[in-house]
């Protein structure tokens, strides 16, 4: 029978033993309460149909509905939910996808039990709980990819031809095709294909985001 005035507890995991080891963790628990479990993250938006809960533990890699997906359905349902990922999962892609879905902690399940707590009070304080193992895959990954994304600037400004960059600066200052005509003395047909050489070099679908990223990058420079 649950207790209302104890913090409630939905598990989330596709092992059935994690699930009975979490549960015995918070049997007779002062404060914290398993008001049920589910394989999913199906079964989770299922449960919060029909019941009250004030957290959720997940793992991230579930068969359906996995803890990302989880994370981010359950937030639209009820912001006011906690989210916990515990998970054996610990690449910067999956940590960093989980915290931006909304997740107010980030747990490896190699971790003890005195961790999980430590998260679940963090949560409950309203703050998001992560270790210096997962705060340094975090800024790992992120220089991995800010270091990735300096490179193809540089690429880049390599590809662009000398005419490509004058058209571009014309393209900044707001200058329509046929303006940058007859100021380079070309052809309109010459400056559409230099244009749509520039928005494919710099991946880009369109000239607003053609000039934000030109302005960015000081790709000019």
Do not use: W
Not at 80 to 100: C, E, F, G, R
């Amino acid at each position: 029978m649950l207790v209302k005035d104890k913090i409630q507890i939905y598990l989330a995991d596709d092992h059935q033993l994690f699930i009975d080891g979490i549960r015995l963790l918070f049997n007779d628990h002062p404060l914290y309460e398993i008001a049920g479990s589910g394989s999913n993250g199906d079964a989770v938006l299922e449960f919060i149909k029909h019941r009250a809960v004030d957290m959720v533990i997940t793992d991230i890699n579930m068969p359906g509905m996995n803890g990302i997906e989880t994370a981010i359905q359950v937030k639209l349902n009820n912001p006011a939910i906690k989210v916990i990922a515990v998970t054996m999962v610990n690449d910067y892609a999956s940590v960093h996808k989980m915290l931006q879905s909304g997740a107010d902690g980030y747990v490896l399940k190699n971790a003890g039990a005195e961790e999980l707590m430590k998260a679940l009070e963090f949560a409950g304080n309203g703050e998001v709980y992560i270790n210096k193992e997962i705060a340094d895959i975090l800024l790992k990954g992120f220089r991995i990819n800010q270091s990735a994304e300096a490179k193809r600037i540089i690429a880049i400004r390599e590809e662009l031809t000398q005419r490509e960059r004058e058209i571009l600066l014309f393209i900044v200052k707001g200058l329509s095709n046929q303006e940058i005509a007859d100021q380079l003395f070309i052809s309109l047909p010459t400056v559409k294909t230099h244009r749509s050489n520039i928005l494919s070099k710099c991946d880009v679908k369109n000239t607003a985001s053609l000039v934000r990223f030109v302005l960015e990058n000081n790709l000019l420079q």
